[in-house]
T-cell receptor, first 112, second 117 residues
């Protein structure tokens, strides 16, 4: 059974600071996804990581994937209040047929 | 990007009644769609895989007779919650992958908030 673990689950940080969210998964994976969810809303796609060593950046967010370590990171640079949301990683395992297994989510609060 | 819609966005029903939720891929065909459920302050849990033209595949612990799924066309999947009870109150989200394309993107609908009174 594929398991996906995120940490931290709660993160409170000040504007301007940097931080990293970690996503570990238990079995070989084809693809790793990062999503953002605002309260009461559905998911917004941030990144799709397809191969070992993949790195993608969009604004203040950068995601990377190490398939050997079964680890993905979401790095936040110089956080701003607008980044406050819950961030989920999700994994599409090799035998999952595009079915995603989600991590628990990281609730990020950026304080002014 | 591709768009997935859901209807209704919010529904309140009485205990014992049935509720149907629609999920549509608006600008692409989806032979497969997924249905997730999310309780407050929790993650998304996959309920079932909806397959166009064949039976849905349910995850372990999900009652197939309670959560009826129909994937009648390449752009529409429906989830019917039968004999709903308050514990079925949740946020239901569908998704559709763009299979066969290099992006491997999965597109999520805006969700349906079900409240059973």
């Amino acid at each position: 059974e594929l398991k996906v673990e995120q940490n931290p689950l709660f993160l409170s940080m000040q504007e301007g600071k940097n931080y990293t969210i970690y996503c570990n998964y238990s079995t070989t994976s084809d693809r790793l996804y990062w999503y953002r969810q605002d309260p009461g809303k559905s998911l917004e796609s941030l990144f799709v990581l397809l191969s070992n060593g993949a790195v993608k950046q969009e604004g203040r967010l950068m995601a990377s994937l190490d398939t050997k370590a079964r680890l993905s990171t979401l790095h936040i640079t110089a956080a701003v209040h607008d980044l406050s949301a819950t961030y989920f990683c999700a994994v599409d395992g090799k035998t999952s047929g595009s079915r995603l297994t989600f991590g628990e989510g990281t609730q990020l609060t950026v304080n002014p | 990007g591709a768009v997935v819609s859901q209807h209704p966005s919010r529904v309140i029903c009485k205990s014992g009644t049935s509720v149907k939720i629609e999920c549509r891929s608006l600008d692409f065909q989806a032979t497969t769609m997924f249905w997730y459920r999310q309780f407050p302050k929790q993650s998304l849990m996959l309920m079932a895989t909806s397959n166009e033209g064949s039976k849905a595949t349910y995850e372990q612990g999900v009652e197939k007779d309670k959560f009826l799924i129909n994937h009648a066309s390449l752009t529409l999947s429906t989830l019917t919650v039968t004999s709903a009870h308050p514990e079925d109150s949740s946020f239901y989200i569908c998704s559709a992958p763009l299979l066969g394309r290099a992006s491997y993107e999965q597109y999520f609908g805006p969700g349906t908030r079900l409240t059973v009174t």
